[in-house]
């Protein structure tokens, strides 16, 4: 069964385990008898291998770091450190199973009434529950460097489950020419077939040919080892594949999920060696287990008789075979049955030590207590109808068979086998095949050949005292279910609320049918009545992990037009959105010193860049920015914030005129897409606007030529007139620039002269050399962003997105003036106006630091020791001799020389508000 | 990231002078109804075409799609019941 070559070791709880090859972790620990595998959620309680499917959550334990594994479907691999959760100081001997003494105490739902009084002891509480209750504790460290990967696939025909049915629909719908993917979450394909040899007998050579027959087919994809949990809009299904998460897209989907077996609901069924039969199975089966000692099993049906077999073959004493039906449900041959009998309750603490078995209806009368170390249960299955139900199908209570199954199918849904209800297996293979079939035909949803009740309806039982577990995940007993409904909640989806019932790692795999019955019970309705809860994703437990990995070698990376001159300059690169930005050349101190007394040039391609052209263009601009431009003459340059209709800015830029009906717009790094597709939004509702926007941002560059000596180094290469009165501060002009049509805005970010030169982006790379060996006698040199953010900085040019966020609005920003609320209409204007009105909240101030220590971002703006701000931009500036900054401080704080308090290291120390450009604040450098 | 991002219903925008509580609403609340309805869906990753589509949000079910000014709106724009 595995490749493995020979035992391997383990330690749990440090403890040296061996494993045999293709054992689990959980059938080595039961090898070593080790049956306490993990202690409970709220009671602390002991707690074993119960469905050994991978289904319930005793078997979770941390390996090597990641909690919550279920080491019943988990191979040993040599080396792993698997420790037990949930216990202290152990799990022998865990002191806080002294909860288990104390459930009288703790009903359910005690923690909304007990601890919510007096409120300022919650978070104590809190804090206390968080500690003892809960399973595992995700390791930081080794968390933090794990990489997930994510994947995109298609097929015509995907088939969720490998069981018999499963694999019938995948090879009938390949045989109908389909691509199909076959998505099974064991190690190996066959589903309950591999576990249940005794009902296969016969049937071998057949299975075997099935299995080959599907790993053959060229056409079928097999996903082992792989979970579907979800299914979403479109045939979208989610599948978690150990690290990677695939989205898998389907054109048709054959949901072969089959059953989950129902746990019976007695006093102590959640003690160690009360199990599953399907899980013993898989013990014997695949595991190569033994279950030492005596043992009962109680059924209703054939199953139950296969698994007494089996355990007597592997050496068990089977004591009792107890069955609820009064004539056996199969031949017994010499095995012990209690026909029409029941199991009651058992005892046992750490592990079972008797079972009470009696008539069916009658508990005290005449039942009996037999010495035993194992309980088996084989009471049938419920339906793994949760994937179904996602998709939209609809499921109705199958009153004879008492299970959920489906009435109404999603569009490009179908079922087989024992999901469907169908647990014959010759059944399941016909129910695949059409399936498969019908699936490949890409014919609408619908049910297939539902094949009638096998079974007689089980026999209800009433069991009742207290702990009588219904959900082994958070520990919800039958009593406590009962107590909800007499509280009130008596709905079934407000009693899983209240209950925390279903809400655990088996996601409702183990206790809803228990939970619905009990609260049908309670309520005195039937089960169809009752119905059951929405079923949402994800159907199984999914690492956070894999939900937010991305794929890296998907990862978007734009690159400008300069960016291999940019490398071969020994660029250090940012990431900035997609975007691979210059940080520096090596030395931003340099590159700043150079832009204040010589000459810089910054790339600047990342900017978005709109061109609009049409009759209404101004009208547009005046609409969706709150200042004006209907008067922007041509050939000139006006900054603009954009607003949504809250008043919020959502982006700043400049807009230039560059012919009367052709205006050019750029936007931030960031917001590119942001600000198109708002604009465009808006030229929607309004079609009858004369506006044609055309995105020039990737066929565009650009770049910034700063300091005192750009006009003469633009000069040598540009053979217009660059004087003051011909190109001023804010003039937009087209220009040749080395030789190129360029657009060139007198625009300065960085508080000095300055040229915005936008060029094609094929010939950027020839424009920014020209530029370059023209400036070199000047001494120029390329500047990064953070140089530029310092020399932004002295000015106090906010930067979009850094020192604003989704509750700036212009006023508080620092830019009223850009507001003109007598302007008739525009976005935000609405807003804007109750907000000039309304006292004015946190202001976007200036402040200045002496030294040269600098609060990191966001450092925190106290006031009276309370937290009034923070500081969304520092940097020591060279020119001013200190650390200046941007923050947002109470409007009390916010006036020209008064003191705020920053956080620093620990330390408070004083910064003074500065109202005005901390550099040439009446910009004669920059109109120069 | 989607190919198509949704847009919000389509709504009226309030007159300038409309009444604060109008704006408000319409600047604040989001509807998220159960109903056949006109929606805003922007063609993200491709041609950057804002386009109406008439959805029933209960099925997910897309019912029509048109141009902006092809098709009026606002009368289609049913409120359903429970189920």
Not at chain 1, 256 to 282: H, Y
Request: include cysteine; charge should be negative.
């Amino acid at each position: 069964m595995s490749s493995q070559e020979g035992p391997c070791t383990f330690t749990f709880d440090g403890r040296s385990i061996t494993a045999r090859p293709g054992q689990t972790i959980a059938g080595a620990l039961h090898q070593a008898g080790v049956h306490v595998v993990s202690r409970s959620f709220k009671y602390h309680r002991a707690r074993g291998l119960f469905c050994a499917t991978g289904r319930c959550p005793n078997c979770l334990c941390t390996v090597d770091g990641d909690p919550n594994v279920r080491t019943c479907v988990t191979p040993a691999r040599p080396d792993m450190a698997v420790r037990s959760q949930n216990a202290w100081p152990g799990l022998k001997w865990d002191v806080l199973s002294v909860f288990d003494r104390l459930h009288r105490f703790m009903p359910v739902g005690f923690y909304y009434r007990v601890m919510h009084k007096p409120r300022f002891l919650w978070p104590v509480f809190e804090a206390i529950v968080r500690r003892i209750a809960g399973l595992g504790r995700v390791d930081r460290q080794s968390g933090g460097r794990r990489r997930y990967d994510r994947q995109t696939l298609h097929s015509d025909v995907v088939v969720i489950g490998g069981g018999w049915a499963g694999m019938h629909a995948a090879i009938e719908a390949s045989r109908g020419g389909c691509d199909v993917t076959l998505v099974d979450d064991r190690e190996e394909l066959g589903g309950h077939a591999l576990f249940d040899p005794v009902s296969w007998v016969e049937r071998e050579a057949e299975f075997l040919s099935t299995v080959q027959a599907v790993l053959d087919d060229p056409r079928i994809r097999v996903l082992n080892r792989a979970t579907a949990f979800g299914c979403y809009e479109d045939r979208l299904v989610a599948v978690q594949a150990g690290d990677r998460m695939i989205r898998l897209r389907a054109g048709q989907v054959v949901v072969a999920t089959g059953g989950w077996e129902k746990p019976l609901v007695f006093p102590g069924n959640d003690r160690p060696g009360v199990m599953l039969a399907s899980g013993v199975q898989q013990m014997l089966w695949r595991d190569g287990c033994q279950f030492p000692g005596d043992a009962v099993v109680v059924t209703d049906n054939a199953s139950g008789y296969h698994v007494a077999h089996a355990l007597r073959a592997s050496g068990t004493r089977v004591v009792a075979v107890v069955d609820h039906n009064e004539t056996p449900a199969a031949d017994p041959g010499d095995l012990p049955v209690r026909a029409g009998q029941t199991i009651h309750s058992v005892s046992g603490r750490r592990h079972v030590t008797s079972a009470v078995v009696g008539p069916l209806d009658d508990e005290a009368a005449s039942s009996e207590s037999i010495r035993c170390r194992w309980v088996v249960q084989a009471v049938g299955f419920t339906t793994a109808s949760g994937l179904l139900a996602q998709a939209g199908c609809r499921l109705v209570h199958d009153e004879s068979r008492d299970l959920f199954r489906v009435e109404h199918f999603a569009d490009g849904f179908r079922a087989a086998g024992a999901v469907n209800g169908t647990f014959d297996i010759d059944a399941c293979a016909r129910e695949g095949r059409l399936a498969g079939e019908v699936a490949a035909a890409g014919e609408g949803g619908g049910a297939i050949d539902i094949t009638p009740s096998e079974t007689s309806p089980p026999v209800r039982r009433t069991p009742q005292g207290k702990k009588a577990f219904v959900c082994l995940c958070e520990d919800v007993t039958e009593k406590d279910l009962f107590d909800a409904v007499a509280e009130g909640f008596s709905n079934i989806e407000t009693l899983k609320r209240y209950s925390t019932v279903c809400m655990g790692p088996c996601q409702g795999k183990m206790c809803q049918a228990g939970s619905i019955d009990a609260c049908a019970r309670a309520n005195g309705k039937t089960v169809a009545e009752t119905g059951r809860t929405t079923a949402r994703p994800p159907d199984q437990p999914v690492p956070l992990g894999v939900l937010a990995g991305r794929a890296p070698h998907r990862h978007l990376v734009r690159r400008t037009a300069l960016h291999d001159w940019h490398t071969e300059a020994g660029a250090v690169f940012l990431d900035s959105g997609a975007w691979k930005r210059p940080e520096s050349y090596g030395d931003p101190s340099a590159e700043y010193q150079v832009v204040r007394e010589g000459v810089g040039l910054i790339d600047v391609s990342t900017l978005g860049k709109l061109e609009l052209r049409g009759r209404d263009v101004a009208e547009f601009l005046e609409f969706v920015y709150p200042n004006r431009f209907a008067k922007l003459k041509v050939g000139r340059v006006r900054y603009g914030v954009v607003c949504d209709e809250a008043g919020i800015i959502l982006d700043d830029g400049t807009i230039a005129r560059l012919e009367d009906d052709r205006w050019f717009l750029t936007t931030t790094t960031g917001n590119a897409d942001g600000v198109d597709s708002w604009f465009r939004w808006w030229l929607a509702t309004r079609p009858e606007w004369d506006v044609r926007l055309t995105n020039v941002s990737g066929a565009t560059a650009a770049m910034n030529l700063a300091g005192p000596m750009s006009r003469q180094v633009l000069s040598t290469v540009c053979d217009g007139d660059l004087s003051t009165e011909a190109v001023p501060y804010l003039a937009a002009s087209q220009l040749t620039v080395a030789g190129v049509p360029a657009i060139v805005l007198r625009i300065g970010f960085v508080g000095e002269l300055g040229y915005e030169i936008h060029v094609p982006s094929h010939l950027a790379e020839h424009v920014w050399r020209e530029l370059m060996a023209a400036g070199a006698e000047s001494g120029i040199r390329p500047f990064g962003i953070e140089a530029q953010r310092r020399l932004r900085l002295d000015k106090q040019h906010l930067l979009s997105g850094q020192d604003t966020d989704a509750l700036s609005n212009p006023f508080d920003a620092g830019l009223p003036w850009i507001v003109k609320l007598d302007k008739p209409d525009f976005v935000g204007r609405s807003a804007l106006q109750r907000t000039q009105g309304r006292d004015r909240g946190q202001q976007l101030v200036g402040f200045r630091l002496e030294g040269d220590r600098v609060p990191p971002e966001p450092s925190l703006v106290l006031v009276d020791g309370r937290l009034e701000g923070r500081v969304t931009s520092a940097r020591y500036s060279p020119v001013v001799g200190a650390t200046v900054g941007l923050a947002w401080v109470p409007a009390e704080s916010a006036e020209n020389g008064q003191q705020i308090t920053i956080q620093l290291d620990g330390q408070l120390v004083h910064a003074v508000v500065q109202r005005e450009p901390f550099y040439d604040p009446e910009g004669a450098r920059l109109k120069s | 990231m989607g190919e198509f991002h949704f847009g919000g219903p389509v709504r009226e925008r309030p007159e300038p002078d409309a009444l604060t509580d109008e704006w408000v609403a319409y600047t604040y609340d989001q509807p998220n109804r159960r109903a056949v309805q006109w929606e805003w869906w922007f063609h993200r990753a491709a041609c950057r075409q804002w386009f109406l589509v008439r959805r029933d949000t209960r099925t997910n079910q897309v019912l029509e799609s048109a141009m902006p000014g092809e098709v009026a709106t606002g009368t289609h724009d049913s409120e359903a019941g429970d189920e």
